[in-house]
């Protein structure tokens, strides 16, 4: 019999989980307004809001914290993280942020211009964010496939190139570069593969555009790669990984991520003018170029972060992880989203609660339904999340209306996962009795999904 697989750690240090009964998750959610972002962290069980900034870190990591040079100027710290990240991704150039974000408002100041277009895959809200607030726009072309819950596509993070292409040819002097989002976390954690980016560098090239790689969770992608892209099957991940940068003229990251630290971020590049304007927005906004918004203890646990971060093993069990409550969710039958993503599952809620009216907020309602019955906490991907028209202030109502279980980095264990399922079948199992949902009390005028308060219909 093949040995199953284990996770390549043990555990050191444990945090205790509240526990709580439905009665008292259903006192307290009425008491947030049934947002569950109002919800106290300790009147959760198992939170899966997301995966940015919640994984737990290696006793290496910690003994990082423990070494941090505070130096306002040079570092030891930062050196350290330069040397790691250049290594990794053969970029010539290094700067430290606070967090993604801040990577895109350094990066956006000194390339995005008014009217300009931004094209790539799905964008992440806060990139979409800098990029829209300079009056800009992203262009989504991402392939057709992405868009169908059902379809096995391998690489749903891929660009479509002839939409890639059609933009490329309108807007000539308008495109200052390409952004390429691996995996891609608004379509669900889908990877894009070297063939792609390869296809992309080239037409990059034919129409003298940049290509810049939004790298959140790339080392996820670079398995995905391994796994599915059959000329890379022998390749170590580190060596996909450099092969992915070589192909782009510089990244953003969010540390976050695949950075397995709480806080932190950074830019690289291999075009020396642009390091040069980077710079100087980098010691406006964030801090002075050797550490960015980072403290040193931070940049030293991040340097660790990124070495674990891209072995096969540690990736291996993550994925494996996901993938272990996805194939418990498809076997009960619970409608989810497939390929499984690198660090989420996403589950249909169309398909879960037909009954509840769209107007409703369906995914809401079960996102709700399952932190009452479970204390497991989930995000609504859905109407609340998509907001109203700015011109017409209706509701937009997507395509899919998902609940999203995020999982961070090497903090639950496989039995939590199988409660996760449990409790999602039960629900599943009585969801024919579902058939009111929410409606909304008060709602902010934009990114309402935050601060929104609800009322039972
Ligand atoms: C999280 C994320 C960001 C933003 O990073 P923050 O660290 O949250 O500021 C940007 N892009 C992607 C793909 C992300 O997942």
Redo the contacts with the bound molecule.
């Keep these: 019999m093949k040995l199953p697989y284990i996770e390549p750690y043990k555990i050191k240090m444990v945090e205790s989980i509240d526990q709580s009964t439905p009665e008292m998750r259903k006192k307290w959610i009425e008491e947030a307004s049934f947002n569950l972002f109002k919800l106290k962290s300790n009147q959760v069980m198992i939170d899966l809001i997301?995966d940015?900034?919640t994984g737990a870190m290696s006793d290496k990591q910690w003994a990082e914290i423990m070494l941090g040079d505070e130096s306002y100027a040079g570092s030891s710290s930062f050196f350290k993280l330069e040397k790691t990240v250049k290594t990794l991704t053969g970029f010539k150039h290094f700067i430290p942020t606070?967090?993604?974000?801040?990577?895109?408002n350094v990066l956006f100041s000194a390339l995005v211009s008014k009217e300009d277009l931004i094209p790539g895959n799905s964008?992440?809200?806060?990139?979409k964010g800098h990029i829209e607030y300079r009056n800009a726009t992203a262009v989504d072309c991402t392939v057709n496939e992405a868009f169908d819950l059902e379809d096995n596509y391998p690489f749903k993070g891929n660009i479509n190139l002839q939409k890639l292409e059609k933009t490329l040819q309108k807007y000539p002097g308008k495109i200052p570069f390409v952004l390429l989002?691996?995996?891609?976390?608004?379509n669900g954690g889908q990877p894009v593969s070297i063939e792609n980016m390869r296809d992309i560098r080239m037409l990059c090239d034919q129409y003298g555009v940049g290509f810049f790689i939004?790298?959140?969770?790339f080392a996820e992608n670079a398995y995905f790669i391994k796994i599915r892209e059959k000329e890379f099957a022998n390749h170590s991940i580190k060596q996909i990984v450099k092969e992915m940068f070589s192909l782009a003229d510089g990244m953003?990251?969010?540390?976050?991520?695949d950075g397995i630290v709480n806080?932190?971020?950074f830019i690289a590049m291999n075009d020396s003018e642009l390091y040069k304007n980077c710079s100087t927005f980098t010691i406006m906004y964030e801090g002075f170029v050797t550490y960015g918004g980072m403290s040193g203890r931070d940049m030293g646990a991040l340097a660790q972060g990124l070495i674990e971060g891209t072995t096969f093993e540690y990736l291996e069990s993550r994925i494996q992880q996901i993938n272990y409550l996805g194939d418990r969710l498809v076997e009960f039958k619970v409608p989810v989203l497939k390929p499984f993503g690198g660090?989420a599952i996403y589950i249909d809620a169309v398909k879960f609660v037909p009954d509840i009216p769209k107007e409703e907020y369906r995914a809401q309602s079960l996102a709700i339904e399952l932190y009452i019955v479970a204390g497991i906490r989930g995000v609504e991907i859905g109407t609340l999340l998509a907001d109203r028209d700015p011109k017409t202030r209706e509701n937009r109502f997507p395509k899919l209306e998902m609940v999203r279980l995020a999982i961070p980095r090497r903090t639950y264990t496989l039995s939590q996962m199988e409660y996760v399922a449990v409790a999602l079948k039960n629900i599943y199992d009585t969801r024919k009795e579902a058939k009111r949902g929410y409606e909304i009390d008060w709602e902010a005028p934009i990114m309402r999904h935050f601060t929104v308060k609800l009322k039972k219909k």
Excluded: P
């Design positions: 997301t940015s900034g606070h967090q993604g974000r801040a990577a895109e964008h992440f809200d806060t990139t989002t691996v995996t891609c976390n608004s939004d790298g959140a969770r953003t990251m969010s540390a976050k991520k806080m932190g971020g660090h």
